[in-house]
Every structure is written in structure tokens, then in C-alpha cells.
């Protein structure tokens, strides 16, 4: 397991590692379709592609595409690429960002605005993740032969065709975005991040 990844990073995924068990079995099946095109397309050597779908590209898409990304490095399955993007375009969420931050992630802004640019490390052997809110079609997001994964059930159903899919799989998650302004904000926040960091790392864990 690579050294390069931040203490207090490491530490929270060993943590996740720990609580496999706890995944729930009807989920399994659903991560088992991730794990397989990762696992296809690394016995082919070819370019693993996977685009994290969602609604406003403001938060799960986003989690997803950063733990992917940290996951690919942490079992050293070369030849990731994780990109996230959604049918429209908003701001990568400040409580998300505040959360990846908690658990660990190294992120600063690379450029303010109303949609700022995030620069996201999580290895020190490894480029920083350039992150910000964008189309699924995004001129900097794949175009043919990668993995969709709709990570909310909105977008899921409401856009029934991504062209260039080469396998669409749903992997949705709760809305951390229902207690904003509550005072479980963090909570939620928190535990959003731990469930798709957990079955995320579960998903590379099954590759080889």
C-alpha cells in the first residue's frame, strides 16, 4: 500500500477497509458491476474510464470521483481515470469540500469564483485531482468507451441515455444536501463521505 498517502488520510481509509462488513448485501451486486468493468478493462491494459454522474455536480458525483481516484492508487491499479460531471453545471459544494477535508483530503482552490476550481491531493506520487462542477460531457470528461455510474437516482431516471457509455451502472446515494442548515449538517456530511469512500474502496478491493 503506497506511503505517499497522507497520515490523516491513510487513517481514514484503514478505517473504512475495517467496516467492509458492514455494506449492505443488497448493495453488493451493484458495486460487484463497478468492480468488474475495472477488473475487465485492467486484464486488457486498456484505460479504465469512469465518470460519476449526478444531477447538479455538486457533491456525491464529486465524492465518488475523488475517492475513485484515491482508491485506484491505494490498491495500485494503474491506468485510472475518475472524472465526475452532471446534467447541469452549479459549484462543488462547500460542505462537501469541508468534508473531504475531514477526512483527511489535502484540497486548496486553484481558482475563486462562483464556480471555483479545486486542486484535490491525495498521494504524494501522484497529480492532483483538478475538480469543479461541469456537464457529464464536459470538453475534459471522456467521450467513448468508459463507465457511467449515476450516483443519485434523480439523474438516473431523468437521463436514460449517456452517449459514449460503454456500461452505465447505478450507484446511487442519499442527498447530503437535505440537512443543510440543520444541525446534523456535519453528521451527514460525514457519513456520506465515509459510505462512498467505504464502498468505493470495496469496489478496487475486488479487482484483483
Known amino acids: 500500500m503506497p506511503s505517499t498517502i497522507p497520515s490523516p488520510l491513510q487513517l481514514t481509509i484503514?478505517?473504512?477497509?475495517?467496516?467492509?462488513?458492514?455494506?449492505?448485501?443488497?448493495?453488493?451486486?451493484?458495486i460487484d458491476q463497478l468492480t468488474s468493468f475495472i477488473r475487465d478493462k485492467s486484464r486488457r491494459?486498456?484505460?479504465?474510464?469512469?465518470?460519476?454522474?449526478?444531477?447538479?455536480?455538486?457533491?456525491?458525483?464529486?465524492?465518488?470521483?475523488i475517492w475513485a481516484q484515491?482508491?485506484?492508487?491505494?490498491?495500485g491499479i494503474k491506468d485510472v481515470?475518475?472524472?465526475?460531471?452532471?446534467?447541469?453545471?452549479?459549484?462543488?459544494?462547500?460542505?462537501a469540500v469541508k468534508a473531504m477535508r475531514d477526512a483527511g483530503f489535502q484540497?486548496?482552490?486553484?481558482k475563486d469564483g462562483q464556480n471555483p476550481e479545486y486542486e484535490v491531493s491525495y498521494a504524494g506520487d501522484?497529480?492532483?485531482?483538478?475538480?469543479?462542477?461541469k456537464r457529464y460531457d464536459h470538453p475534459t470528461n471522456p467521450k467513448n468507451d468508459f463507465a457511467a455510474i449515476m450516483t443519485c437516482s434523480h439523474a438516473d431516471e431523468n437521463c436514460p441515455l449517456i452517449i459514449g457509455a460503454a456500461k452505465r451502472i447505478a450507484l446511487t446515494y442519499n442527498d447530503p444536501k437535505d440537512?443543510?442548515?440543520?444541525?446534523?449538517e456535519a453528521t451527514k456530511y460525514a457519513e456520506r463521505v465515509r459510505e462512498i469512500g467505504r464502498e468505493i474502496l470495496y469496489a478496487f478491493s475486488?479487482?484483483?
Open 14 to 30: 484503514d478505517n473504512l477497509v475495517r467496516e467492509f462488513a458492514q455494506i449492505p448485501r443488497e448493495r453488493r451486486p451493484l
Open 45 to 65: 491494459r486498456e484505460l479504465v474510464l469512469l465518470n460519476f454522474i449526478c444531477t447538479h455536480n455538486s457533491r456525491r458525483s464529486h465524492l465518488s470521483q
Open 70 to 75: 484515491t482508491a485506484s492508487q491505494y490498491y
Open 81 to 95: 481515470r475518475a472524472f465526475s460531471g452532471g446534467t447541469e453545471a452549479t459549484a462543488f459544494n462547500p460542505r
Open 107 to 110: 484540497i486548496t482552490v486553484k
Open 126 to 133: 501522484a497529480p492532483p485531482l483538478i475538480v469543479f462542477s
Open 179 to 184: 440537512f443543510d442548515g440543520t444541525p446534523l
Open 206 to 208: 475486488q479487482v484483483q
